[in-house]
């Protein structure tokens, strides 16, 4: 559960972000060798006060940016 940085209400989670055009928001990272990793983007939104909140699910791509 995620809770609001301004107001610290519940937060609707697992919103997916798109474009006008249908496509899906992704972060993306090139290694050197030119592989692309590509994580995907959702949102979460405030019902209180709007705030929206960006975050990810794919985890373990990121912890391997870490390394
Ligand atoms: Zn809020």
Do not use: W
Request: aromatic share 6%; proline share 3%.
């Amino acid at each position: 559960m995620r809770k609001c940085l301004k107001c610290n209400c519940e937060m609707v989670e697992g919103l997916n972000i798109m474009s006008s055009m249908g496509y899906e928001l992704q972060l993306t990272h090139r290694f050197p060798k030119g592989i692309m990793n590509r994580i995907k983007a959702k949102a979460s939104v405030c019902p209180q006060c709007g705030y929206i909140e960006l975050y990810t699910e794919d985890l373990e791509i990121v912890k391997n940016l870490t390394k």
